[in-house]
T-cell receptor, first 110, second 116 residues
Framework: AQSVTQPDIHITVSEGASLELRCNYS??????LFWYVQSPGQGLQLLLK??????LVQGIKGFEAEFKRSQSSFNLRKPSVHWSDAAEYFC????????FGAGTRLTVKP | GAVVSQHPSWVICKSGTSVKIECRSL??????MFWYRQFPKQSLMLMAT?????????EQGVEKDKFLINHASLTLSTLTVTSAHPEDSSFYIC????????????FGPGTRLTVT
């Protein structure tokens, strides 16, 4: 069965610092991988997705993620975090049977 | 971009009553809609998948007689929580995918249900 693990429940970074959110997946075939962000009172917004091709994926808001098949990982990165990036981040795998990770809450210190 | 709306955004109902939540795709036709449930500080759990004009497919452990899903048109799906109990209090989120090769689920803003 497919599953997603986000090892970090809560991460705090200083504004301007770099960010990496971890995501590990278990999937039987080629995975369809997603990163979403959820802000309070708002719906989930897709940051980026990976279906195939280039393993380094560029998304919105300056985020990128790298698919590493050998490590079953799809970590999200941003070189310089802004205060507005504070939110809950979810990694997800699958298509019609999408499974979400537990989420990582990002706090940004001024 | 594609927009999905949910109504209501927040509902309070008494135990034993039923409540209906609507999910609409505003600017595209949704061939498939999904319903998720999210507990506080937890992840989204897929409840069911619905295709227009056919019965919903429920995930294991989800009571189909309690959570009635109707996908009557290509732009509307409804979730009815029947005989609601306090343990049904949660955040319910729908998503929709449209026609075409680009697969992406567009999520609604969610509906917070509180059962008293």
């Amino acid at each position: 069965a497919q599953s997603v693990t986000q090892p970090d429940i809560h991460i705090t970074v200083s504004e301007g610092a770099s960010l990496e959110l971890r995501c590990n997946y278990s999937y039987g075939a080629t995975p369809y991988l997603f990163w979403y962000v959820q802000s309070p009172g708002q719906g989930l917004q897709l940051l980026l997705k990976y279906f195939s091709g280039d393993t380094l994926v560029q998304g919105i808001k300056g985020f990128e993620a790298e698919f590493k098949r050998s490590q079953s990982s799809f970590n999200l990165r941003k070189p310089s975090v802004h205060w507005s990036d504070a939110a809950e981040y979810f990694c997800a795998v699958g298509l019609n049977d999408m499974r979400f990770g537990a989420g990582t809450r990002l706090t940004v210190k001024p | 971009g594609a927009v999905v709306s949910q109504h209501p955004s927040w509902v309070i109902c008494k135990s034993g009553t039923s409540v209906k939540i609507e999910c609409r795709s505003l600017d595209f036709q949704a061939t498939t809609m999904f319903w998720y449930r999210q507990f506080p500080k937890q992840s989204l759990m897929l409840m069911a998948t619905s295709n227009e004009g056919s019965k919903a497919t429920y995930e294991q452990g989800v009571e189909k007689d309690k959570f009635l899903i109707n996908h009557a048109s290509l732009t509307l799906s409804t979730l009815t929580v029947t005989s609601a109990h306090p343990e049904d209090s949660s955040f319910y989120i729908c998503s929709a995918i449209g026609q075409g090769p680009s697969y992406e689920q567009y999520f609604g803003p969610g509906t917070r249900l509180t059962v008293t």
